[in-house]
T-cell receptor
Framework: AQSVTQPDIHITVSEGASLELRCNYSYGATPYLFWYVQSPGQGLQLLLK??????LVQGIKGFEAEFKRSQSSFNLRKPSVHWSDAAEYFC??????????????FGTGTRLQVTL | ETGVTQSPTHLIKTRGQQVTLRCSSQSGHNTVSWYQQALGQGPQFIFQ???????GRGNFPPRFSGLQFPNYSSELNVNALELDDSALYLCASSTGLLYEQYFGPGTRLTVT
């Protein structure tokens, strides 16, 4: 069964500092990978996705992520964090072997706090 | 373009009761998935509907059931509510099985 691990439950960074959120997945083939962001009491907003091709993907709000097959990782990065980036971030994997990007398995999330 | 909408926003029910949650998919989307997000956890996949047919189910008991209508809107029904059913229920839609999903704001269900 597929699974997603987000090792960091809570991360605090200063505004303007760089950010990297870790995500490791367990899956038997090349997965569909996603990062979503959730503000308190809200639904999830898609930041970026990886289906195939270039392993460095660009998303909204200045985020990017890199797929590393050898490490089973899909880490999210941002060069300079803004206070408005404070939220919960979820990594998710879809079922590529069934051609279903939309049955997602989520990690437990990383809460990002931004200090001014 | 209207995004995914869900109703109601909040709901309080008593253990043993039944509840129906509603979701309107984004325009042009024929696939709807439902997720349960307990407090402090990531969303858990409940089931998915594609063109009005159930297309996969997660590890949830049969008292969780659903429907998708010809306009691709969807309902989630939960019978015999239990305290552990208290959660944020998220609906997501996509243009097909191979495409990314867009989430609604969720329905917060509290079971007392």
């Amino acid at each position: 069964a597929q699974s997603v691990t987000q090792p960091d439950i809570h991360i605090t960074v200063s505004e303007g500092a760089s950010l990297e959120l870790r995500c490791n997945y367990s899956y038997g083939a090349t997965p569909y990978l996603f990062w979503y962001v959730q503000s308190p009491g809200q639904g999830l907003q898609l930041l970026l996705k990886y289906f195939s091709g270039d392993t460095l993907v660009q998303g909204i709000k200045g985020f990017e992520a890199e797929f590393k097959r050898s490490q089973s990782s899909f880490n999210l990065r941002k060069p300079s964090v803004h206070w408005s980036d404070a939220a919960e971030y979820f990594c998710a994997v879809g079922q590529a072997n069934t051609g279903t990007a939309s049955k997602l398995t989520f990690g437990t999330g990383t809460r990002l706090q931004v200090t001014l | 373009e209207t995004g995914v909408t869900q109703s109601p926003t909040h709901l309080i029910k008593t253990r043993g009761q039944q509840v129906t949650l509603r979701c309107s998919s984004q325009s042009g989307h024929n696939t709807v998935s439902w997720y349960q997000q307990a407090l402090g956890q990531g969303p858990q996949f409940i089931f998915q509907y594609y063109r009005e047919e159930e297309n996969g189910r997660g590890n949830f008991p049969p008292r969780f059931s659903g429907l998708q209508f010809p306009n691709y809107s969807s309902e989630l029904n939960v019978n015999a509510l239990e305290l552990d059913d208290s959660a944020l229920y998220l609906c997501a839609s996509s243009t097909g099985l191979l495409y990314e999903q867009y989430f609604g704001p969720g329905t917060r269900l509290t079971v007392t």
